[in-house]
């Protein structure tokens, strides 16, 4: 059975409806973010990066990330409006997160002491709200919460 290695919490400044994760170690991309950011696709990747896209244009979400051995048991899907999976290569075993408005900011997830290989899982609740707040009051804090769940790849 996995167990959780880490697990982290921080808030994302989604700007335009997004906010990313990518390789910390960024100068090698070949599609830095938020270059061909897509609108409307819920988790979209590139090498070394994943694009988050939210219910809202303009909030602060909150973001929990865990870091596990291998797959996390799943989710009870009743809980999350949305739900995604994909692959990711780290060169270094550290994330930055990326805001469409500030660009890279302070945060950095660690995934292991060295690159390597990921699968990641995205659940995302309140993106409704997110919305409605987009479209009332302009922002939000902590209306919406992703849960981005780490763990290494098998060959």
């Not at 602060?60 to 009743?78: I, L, N, R, Y």
Request: proline share 5%; glycine share 10%; with cysteine.
């Amino acid at each position: 059975m996995a167990e959780l290695v880490r697990q982290q919490h921080l808030d994302a400044d989604v700007g335009h409806h997004g906010f990313g994760l990518q390789e910390s170690d960024d100068g090698d991309l070949p599609v830095p973010f938020p270059d061909e950011f897509k609108q409307g696709v819920f988790l979209n990747d590139f090498p070394g990066r994943l694009d988050i896209y939210s219910g809202g244009h303009t909030h602060t979400a909150a973001v929990t990330v865990e870091v596990w051995d291998g797959e996390p048991p799943q989710q009870d899907s009743s809980r999350w409006d949305e739900q995604a999976e994909a692959s990711f290569e780290s060169a270094s075993g550290e994330v930055a997160v990326w805001s469409m408005d500030l660009g890279r900011v302070d945060d950095v997830i660690t995934l292991a002491d060295s690159g390597g290989s990921w699968r990641v899982r995205v659940s995302c609740a309140g993106r409704r709200e997110a919305a409605a707040l987009s479209e009332q009051e302009g922002t939000g804090e902590g209306v919406e919460k992703y849960l981005v769940q780490f763990w290494p790849a098998t060959a």
